[in-house]
C-alpha cells in the first residue's frame, strides 16, 4: 500500500475528508476502495493512513488508482505517496502559495516535507471558493474540480515513482494534463487543452482585448476565444510572430484604456464602436484566419456568407460598409498627405457628434502614426471593406476573389520588419521565413517580403533569395 | 517592454476585511499612458520574531525547475491610470500556513509553520509592472514569460497596524 492520505502534523490538519471523496470519484465509485483510517503511519511527524482497493470498476482512472494503490504496472512499494488537501492558506516552504493550484513534489527536491517519499497538495477550496479556469481544448476555458485537479497530481506521482518523469517540465505537464483529460471524461468536462498550460483563479483570463470584449459584450465570447485561440496557438508560434504581437500590444495598448474610458463616460460610443469597426474587424480577422488556412480560395465565398448574416446586419450592410471605406480612405489620405482635418469616425446618425468628435481625435492622434496599428487594424479593414462593398455590389465572386487575394497577397507582403530579423543566424532567419508561409503562399507576397527583408537585413539577403523562390510549406486545411 | 521601474508605491494601507487581511497599494504612474501591475501575491514570507512580512508580486523567484513554474496561475493584472495614483487591493489569509522542507525539519519541527501575519508590524512589498497587459504564449515557458513581463520591480516597506475596519456608531446605524 503506497497511496497515503495525511489527516495531521500535530498542530495543523488536512481535510482528508474531501481526498477520500475525490479519490473515490476517481476510482469511479468502486465500492471496492477503502480507507484504513485507524492504521495510522507516521512519516517524518505527519500522521497519514492508507487507501486500499480491490478494484471492481473497470476504468482509466481506476486503473490507476489500483497502480499507485496495490503497486502494479511498475509503482514501486517505495517511495510512498503522501496527499494533503490543504485549503488557500497554505504556502510551499518558500511562501509560493498553494491558492488555486496543486503541486506534485518528487523526492529530493527543494520544498518536499519529506526526505524518502512524494508528496502532493491540492487546494480543495478551489481557490477559496473562486473556482479555478484552464484553457479548454479547441479554445475558450473550463472549470477545473477538485476530484480533476486531485487526478492530474496523481498524474505526476505516477510518474515519479515509475521513473517516467518527461525529460522536460513542459513536457511532464503535457503528459499530466493527458491523463487529466481521462478524468475530465469521467466526470464530463470539456477537454484541457493539452498544448496550452495556462488557467487562474475565476472564470478566466480578464485582461486582454477589452475594447472587443466591451463590444461584443464578454472576454469569453465565442468570437473573441476563437481569435484568441488562433493568435496564441498559431500566429505566435515563431519568434518574428511573438515579437510582432508584442509591439503591437505596445502600440495599442497606448490608446486602447482610453478608448475604454471614453466608452465607459459615453456609453453611445459603445455602439458607435461595435458597429463601426469592432465587429467589421472581427469580419475582416476572420477573412484572415481563412485566407491563411485555405491558401486564398473561397474568400468571396466567405464574404458572401458574412454579408447575409442576420446578426450582424447592421454592421455588414451595404451602407454601413459603404461608410466605413468611406472614414478608412480618409484616414489612408492622413496616413499620405497628413490630411488630418479630414478624419472623423463613422457612427449611427443618432449617436450625439461630440464623443465621437472625441474619439476622432484619439483615433486620429494615435493608430496613423503607428506603422504597427496601420497595419494590423486599418488596412485588413480596409481589404474587407472594400470586398464586402463589391459583394454587395454584385460583382462577380471570381472577380471579388481575385481583388481581395490580391490585396491581402501585397498587404501581407508588407508586413513590418521589427528588428528582431537582426538578431538571426540565415538558418533561423530560414525557420522563422518557413513560419510565415501560413500567410506567405503567394508569390507576390513572398517576392515582395523577401526585396523587403534584404533591403533592411543585407546579411540575410541570400536567404531571402532562396525563401522567395521556394515552394511554400504545406498546403489549405482541408 | 519598460527598461527600469517606473511606478512609485505611495502608501501601503493594511486592514482585516471580512476575515481577510487587505494590503491596498496607491500606485503612482507618472508616465503619460497606461501602466499594467501584478494584483496577485505571488510569494508571501513571514518572519514571526520581527514580525516582518514580506509580499511579492511577481514570479522572480521561480526557476525552470521549481514544482509550480509550468502552472503558474495567470496573474491578476490592474491596469494603473496614466500621471495618476490607482489604489491595487491584495487579499491574504490572515493565517498562512507554510510547508517546511525536509531540509528545515531537522530538529523534529512540525511540517507546517503557521504565520499569524495580522501581527506584522512592517510589510515590504513588490509590485511588477509592464507596459502592456500579460498575455499568455503557449510557445513559451511559463516562468519564463511571467518573469520576462514582470522584469521592471517597485518595492516600498511601510509600518502598518492591522485593524478590523471601523464600525460606525450605533446612532450613525439607526440615523
Known amino acids: 500500500m503506497s497511496l497515503l492520505i495525511a489527516t495531521t502534523d500535530g498542530t495543523t490538519t488536512f481535510s482528508d475528508g474531501q481526498v477520500q471523496v475525490d479519490l473515490i470519484s476517481i476510482a469511479l465509485m468502486d465500492t471496492g476502495l477503502g480507507f484504513a483510517e485507524t492504521t495510522t503511519t507516521d512519516i517524518e511527524g505527519v500522521t497519514t493512513y492508507p487507501v486500499t482497493y480491490t478494484q471492481s470498476e473497470a476504468g482509466v482512472t481506476a486503473d490507476r488508482v489500483d497502480d499507485l ?12 505517496i503522501v496527499i494533503f488537501g490543504v485549503d488557500d492558506s497554505f504556502v510551499l516552504s518558500d511562501g509560493t502559495p498553494l491558492k488555486g493550484n496543486g503541486v506534485a513534489i518528487p523526492v529530493g527536491v527543494t520544498g518536499n516535507p519529506f526526505t524518502a517519499d512524494v508528496a502532493t497538495f491540492y487546494d480543495i477550496t ?102 484568441r485561440h488562433y ?18 500590444y505596445h502600440s495599442y495598448y497606448a490608446f486602447s484604456p482610453e478608448v475604454v474610458r471614453l466608452m465607459g463616460r459615453k456609453p453611445v460610443l459603445g455602439d458607435a464602436v ?22 486564398g480560395a473561397g474568400v468571396a465565398g466567405l464574404l458572401l456568407d458574412q454579408s447575409r448574416r442576420p446578426d450582424c446586419r447592421h454592421a455588414f450592410g451595404r451602407t ?76 462577380r465572386p471570381e472577380a471579388v476573389e481575385e481583388h481581395v ?74 | 517592454m519598460l527598461e527600469e521601474p517606473t511606478i512609485q508605491l505611495e502608501e501601503i494601507d493594511a486592514n482585516l476585511k471580512e476575515e481577510n487581511v487587505v494590503l491596498t497599494i496607491a500606485v503612482r504612474n507618472p508616465t503619460d499612458r497606461t501602466l499594467y501591475a501584478y494584483a496577485s501575491p505571488r510569494r508571501i514570507e513571514y518572519d514571526p520574531s520581527t514580525r516582518k512580512l514580506t509580499v511579492a508580486l511577481h514570479d522572480q523567484h521561480i526557476g525552470p525547475d521549481h514544482p509550480m513554474a509550468p502552472h503558474l496561475p495567470h496573474p491578476r493584472i490592474e491596469p494603473l491610470e496614466a500621471e495618476g495614483v490607482t489604489p491595487v487591493a491584495v487579499q491574504l489569509p490572515p493565517v498562512v500556513r507554510r510547508v517546511r522542507s525536509a531540509a528545515e525539519r531537522t ?69
Open chain 2, 107 to 175: 530538529s523534529g519541527e512540525p511540517m507546517v509553520e503557521v504565520w499569524e501575519i495580522t501581527e506584522a508590524t512592517e510589510v515590504t512589498v513588490e509590485v511588477a509592472h509592464q507596459d502592456t497587459p500579460y498575455y499568455y504564449n503557449p510557445h513559451v515557458d511559463k516562468e519564463a514569460q511571467l518573469k520576462r513581463w514582470g522584469g521592471q520591480i517597485a518595492r516600498k516597506t511601510s509600518r502598518v497596524k492591522i485593524v478590523p475596519p471601523r464600525r460606525p456608531p450605533d446612532a450613525e446605524l439607526d440615523g
Open chain 1, 405 to 478: 487575394t490580391s490585396a491581402l497577397a501585397e498587404w501581407v507582403g508588407g508586413l513590418p520588419i521589427g528588428e528582431v530579423w537582426t538578431s538571426f543566424s540565415r538558418l533561423k532567419a530560414g525557420d522563422e521565413l518557413v513560419a510565415l508561409d501560413q500567410f506567405m503562399f503567394d508569390r507576390r507576397a513572398r517576392t515582395t517580403f523577401g526585396r523587403r527583408l534584404a533591403e533592411q537585413v543585407p546579411a540575410l539577403a541570400g536567404v531571402c533569395t532562396e525563401w522567395s523562390a521556394a515552394e511554400p510549406e504545406g498546403g489549405p486545411d482541408a
Open chain 1, 274 to 295: 461595435r458597429s463601426g469597426y469592432v465587429v467589421p474587424l472581427l469580419g475582416a480577422l476572420e477573412l484572415l484566419i481563412h485566407y491563411g488556412k485555405h491558401r
Open chain 1, 126 to 227: 478551489l481557490c477559496g471558493g473562486q473556482g479555478i479556469w484552464v484553457d479548454a481544448e479547441g479554445g475558450g476555458t473550463t472549470q477545473m474540480t477538485t476530484d480533476v485537479l486531485l487526478y492530474h497530481e496523481l498524474s505526476h506521482c505516477f510518474h515519479f515513482v515509475t521513473g517516467t518523469t518527461a525529460p522536460t517540465s513542459a513536457e511532464e505537464e503535457v503528459a499530466a494534463e493527458i491523463d487529466e483529460n481521462d478524468m475530465r471524461d469521467v466526470r464530463g468536462l470539456t477537454h484541457r487543452d493539452v498544448n496550452s498550460h495556462n488557467g487562474g483563479c475565476g472564470g478566466g483570463p480578464v485582461n486582454c482585448c477589452i475594447i472587443a470584449s466591451l463590444a461584443t459584450g464578454s472576454p469569453y465570447s465565442e468570437e473573441i476565444n476563437s481569435f
Open chain 1, 231 to 248: 493568435r496564441e496557438h498559431t500566429l505566435r508560434g515563431s519568434i518574428v510572430g511573438d515579437d510582432f504581437f508584442e509591439r503591437l
Open chain 1, 320 to 395: 454601413a460598409v459603404a461608410g466605413l471605406v468611406t472614414q478608412i480612405d480618409l484616414v489612408e489620405a492622413v496616413v499620405r498627405h497628413g490630411a488630418l482635418e479630414n478624419v472623423a469616425v463613422h457612427a449611427p446618425s443618432t449617436a450625439p457628434q461630440a464623443p465621437v468628435e472625441e474619439l476622432a481625435d484619439l483615433i486620429r492622434s494615435r493608430i496613423v502614426e503607428h506603422e504597427l496599428l496601420q497595419f494590423a487594424l486599418v488596412d485588413p479593414l480596409r481589404i474587407w471593406a472594400r470586398g464586402m462593398l463589391e459583394i454587395h455590389d454584385g460583382i
Open chain 1, 69 to 80: 494503490v496495490n503497486n502494479t504496472n511498475g509503482v514501486p512499494a517505495n517511495p510512498r
